[in-house]
């Protein structure tokens, strides 16, 4: 059973701030949420994980709703290079990657 | 630069030769794996190694097979090809088998 639901896609303008969604009801105390994005061709790319607080580096914000049951990863201004496949995974840190999912992620498509 | 180096970047081999793919990473981490990533499916992990020990072998078949010669370098020996293993295949490092993951940027592979 996949632990997060995003959505398929979705377009952003270049420049403007880029929300992407990720539903995680079933999240347990202990799981993180990680988020990687892959652009077409290349290694899936890590670009920030948290536990409750919210959580910003040079790449992005990272807001866990108080219930963690939900997050939102914010591209503060997005750029044509960074239209890719994102991906919302929660994991008990510790816990081997062998046992998670990527599963499908969100296309995103920065568009001038 | 993601600390993480694959080679070669695209490969194209035929049923019945022999090849490998080469994994270098320069972050000093200790576990090491390879996933595959077919077309349009979800990441497929296949391999992991800890501290040049096997952990994971996700039921791979046997034409794949793995060398982790020490924590810097993996590769991946490929003989007798079907061509539905035509996919991208992505190395990764993490500090322990339970940290952040780093992606190299992946080999492509193309068995004719």
């Known amino acids: 059973d996949a632990k997060t639901t995003q959505p398929p896609s979705m377009d952003c303008a270049e420049g403007r701030a880029a929300n992407l969604p990720c539903n995680h009801s079933?999240?347990?105390?202990?799981?993180?949420v990680y988020w990687y994005r892959q652009i077409h061709s290349q290694g899936p790319q890590y670009i920030i994980h948290?536990?409750?607080n919210n959580e910003t580096n040079e790449m992005a914000s990272l807001i866990i709703t108080e219930d963690r049951k939900s997050s939102t990863l914010i591209l503060p201004h997005a750029t044509l290079r960074d239209t890719a496949v994102y991906y919302c995974?929660?994991?008990?840190?510790?816990?081997?990657?062998?046992?998670?999912?990527f599963g499908a992620g969100t296309q995103v498509v920065v568009t001038p | 630069e993601t600390g993480v180096t694959q080679t070669p970047r695209h490969l194209v081999m035929g049923m019945t030769n022999k090849k490998s793919l080469k994994c270098e990473q320069h972050?000093?981490?200790?576990?090491m794996y390879w996933y595959k990533q077919s077309a349009k499916k979800p990441l497929e992990l296949m391999f992991v190694?800890?501290?040049?020990?096997?952990?994971e072998n996700n039921s791979v078949p046997s034409r794949f097979s793995p060398e982790c010669p020490n924590s810097s370098h993996l590769f991946l020996h490929l003989h007798t090809l079907q061509p539905e293993d035509s996919a991208l295949y992505l190395c990764?490092?993490?500090?322990?088998?339970?940290?952040?993951?780093?992606f190299g940027e992946g080999s492509w592979l193309t068995v004719v």
């Open positions: 990764a490092s993490s500090q322990d088998s339970g940290n952040t993951i780093y």
């Open positions: 972050l000093g981490h200790n576990a």
């Open positions: 079933t999240i347990s105390g202990n799981e993180y």
């Open positions: 995974i929660v994991r008990v840190d510790g816990d081997s990657w062998g046992k998670l999912q």
């Open positions: 190694y800890n501290f040049k020990e096997q952990t």
């Open positions: 948290g536990l409750k």
